[in-house]
Each structure stands twice: as C-alpha cells, then as structure tokens.
C-alpha cells in the first residue's frame, strides 16, 4: 500500500485554526484577473497531482473549471476543478507547474476560469440546400469548404457528407472527430430532422425557422454565424438638391430595419450602429425605394417598403434608393455612401449604403450547445459553400 505523503504547511483542522482561516479568507477580495476572476479558495493540501482547496462560503465551481496558481504576479502552477463538494470544498488536478517549492501554498491567490468547451467525438449538422433560395439570393449550388487540411471529406450523396478529422493537424482541436452533413430542402423538414435528434445543430437562412422551432431550442446567447460575402445594400440613383447624405442614410436605415423585423425576424446584422435620429429631417425627403427585381423575393421585400415608406409627392424617377444584395467581402463597404468596388452596369449608382450581413441562426439540442459553442458558429455557417444564382 502506497504511503500517504501529507507536506507540512497543512493547516491544524483545530476549530481555532478552521476559524482563522475563514476569517482569512473572508478578506481575500473577489478580484478580475486577466481571462479569469479571483476566488476566496485557499489550498489547504496536496498529493501527486491532486489538489484539495477550502472556501468559507459557497463556491459556484463546476468541473472542468480552470485554476490558476499565483504567487504575487508570478504564476506557479495550473490546474483543473475535478468536484465540489458542499460548494465549499474543492478537488482539483494539477495541470503545469508544480508546488515544491512554494514554502506557503496556502497563501497563494486561486484564479478561476469557466469551462472550456470541448469537441464532441461527432457533430452532425443541417444546412440548406440549393433548393432553398432565400429573400435576396439563391445558389446555384452548395457544398462544404473544408476547414483546414486536417480533414478528409467523403461525399455519400448529393445531401450528405462526412468529414473526419485526422487529428494531426494543429488549430482543429475546437473540431470534432467525424462531422456529418446534411443538405435540406425544405426548412420545415430540417426542423422536424432536429426535433427527432436526426441532427444535432440546423443552420438556417436569415429568416427561415419558424418561431416553434425557435422557443423550442432557445437559450441565453443564442448563436448565428455571419457569412464571410454577402451584404444587403441601398443603392442611390440620384440625390434630390434639398435632400442631404445623412437624413437620407438614416430614413434608408429606418425602412430596411423594417424589412428587417417583419421579414427576418431580426436575424440580418445591421451594418455598423442602427440609426434612429428623431431630430432629422426626414418627413419631407423626396425618396423612393424600390428592390432590385432580379431578387428571388423581390415582391415579398417590396411590399414591406411600400408599408415602411410612403414616396413623397415630390420625388422624382431620380430619387430612388434601391434595395439589393452584393455578393462581395462584409468589408467592401465599410465607408457609408461609397461605391468602391461595385460593377453593375445596369444600373447609374451615385451612392452605395451598407445595410445589412447576412447573419445565419444555428439552432440546437441541449446535448450540441457545448459543441456548437467550442466550434464556433462563424466557423459552422461558413462551413456551407454557396456559389450565387446569376440572375438574368
């Protein structure tokens, strides 16, 4: 039988010593420090990699927490929260660094990070097919853009993928082992697909899942992903000589935020901070908007802006503000009311205002949230491939 060692800086479990010791550790400050937050824990033994800490008060620790050891400004040792028991007493196992030569343990100040998400041995995920155009664009078809050379994807039918992960490549440990993909096309089949546990995580357009589906599987922080092109842009044609710049970006604000809310259910991400300027002139602007007609769901757009915004008896054929989407960078139109990089020759374009990202919803079981949140839901929603419909 193994011989128990116990180091001789282990307190006296006299009631006189457990009372100075609360009373001690009561006057450790609760304090940030850099990625994690300072606990009134104090370690009170070890043995090999097992370290036991004592709180005066309840601990909202859970496994998998992250400890830091602090000698001053100097870190000692890491480790990592095994249990809790009574919330007052820790186990934890030592994960760097070492106590052998720290003569006081006790009196080293215990940072504490939460859990770290880790990669599930298999994610499976639902995305849209190419059948499945949304309001603004439609693709002409759809794969998958491997993350990295860590994978091997097989192709098993026009629907469905499998990745795996070959684990030797570095900056894919978020990953897990074996991705599955599955290509709908309808969002009503991907929602029922997930409500059965045939999927673990369902991406969807902006605006696509129903609100059943949505109250079903929220949670606080709820993921969306942001594609990396696409951007829903007002295009100005002309500029009435009464009308400035700023009271016509904030009345295009306005009425896209409208669009917005009516049709996406919030999901598109505003380009820069929303504008609502009460003090602006803006009742009077000789204005008109209409949606770019090569957009799949041009009629339905239309006729929120139609409620939105009703033209002035002043403007003119040249007042227009057209709704459109740009398959470019979420950066090409970083500066409002510029025009770099926009080639279509259909159209004269004075101006150009960002107005939205296109922002994706990923919804999921209770059992994916961890690995969905470790992956990351930009890394999942442009896991999707989408090469646009050319419109004609």
């Known amino acids: 039988m193994a011989k128990e060692t116990r180091v001789s800086w282990v307190p006296r479990l006299s009631s006189l010593g457990l009372g100075r010791l ?110 499945r155009p949304t309001l603004f664009f439609a693709c002409d078809s759809v794969g998958i853009d491997l993350p990295s050379a860590g994978f091997d994807a097989v192709q098993s039918s026009d629907h469905l993928y499998q990745l795996v992960h070959r684990g030797d490549v570095p900056d894919t440990s978020s ?24 999927i673990d995580a369902a991406v969807f357009w902006p605006g696509e899942a129903s609100m059943h589906i949505r109250d079903k599987l929220r949670w606080t922080g709820e993921p969306s992903g942001l594609r990396q092109r696409g951007i829903v842009a007002g295009l100005f044609m002309a500029y009435h000589p009464t009308a400035d710049s700023l009271s016509a970006a904030i009345v295009t604000r306005r009425v896209a935020s409208k669009v917005n809310d009516d049709l996406f259910r919030g999901d598109l991400a505003a380009c820069g901070t929303s504008v609502v300027d009460t003090t602006a002139r803006v009742t009077n602007l000789p204005m008109r908007f209409d949606v770019d007609a090569r957009l799949p769901g041009h009629d339905d757009l239309q006729k929120i802006l139609d409620r939105a915004w009703k033209t002035n008896s002043v403007a003119k054929a040249t007042d227009l503000v057209r709704i459109t989407y740009l398959d470019m960078p979420l950066d090409s139109l970083t500066t409002p009311l510029s025009i770099a990089g926009i080639d279509d020759k259909s159209v004269k374009i004075s101006a150009a205002l960002c107005l939205f990202r296109m922002r994706c919803p990923i919804l999921c079981s209770q059992s994916a949230r961890s690995a969905v949140e470790a992956l990351g839901a930009d890394k999942i929603v442009n896991l999707l491939r989408c090469r646009p419909r050319q419109a004609p």
């Not at 550790?25 to 009134?40: F, S």
């Not at 082992?177 to 546990?197: C, H, M, P, Q, Y």
Request: net charge positive; aromatic share 8%; proline share 8%.
């Open 22 to 131: 609360a009373l001690a550790l009561l006057l450790i400050p609760v304090l940030a420090l850099g990625a994690g937050t300072r606990i009134p824990a104090h370690v009170v033994w070890s043995q090999g990699d097992r370290i036991y800490l004592a709180a005066p008060d309840s601990l909202k620790l859970e496994p998998g927490t992250a400890l830091t050891f602090h000698d001053k400004k100097k870190t000692v040792a890491t480790g990592e929260v095994l249990n809790v028991f009574e919330q007052t007493f820790v186990v934890a196992k030592l994960t760097s660094g070492s106590f052998k030569k720290i003569k006081h343990p006790d009196r080293l100040a215990v940072v504490a990070e939460p859990p770290r998400p880790r990669a599930p041995a298999k994610l499976r995920v639902g995305y849209p097919s190419s059948k």
């Open 175 to 198: 990953w897990p082992d074996t991705l599955i993909v599955r290509f709908f096309d309808d969002a009503a089949d991907e929602e029922i697909a997930l409500e059965r546990g045939e």
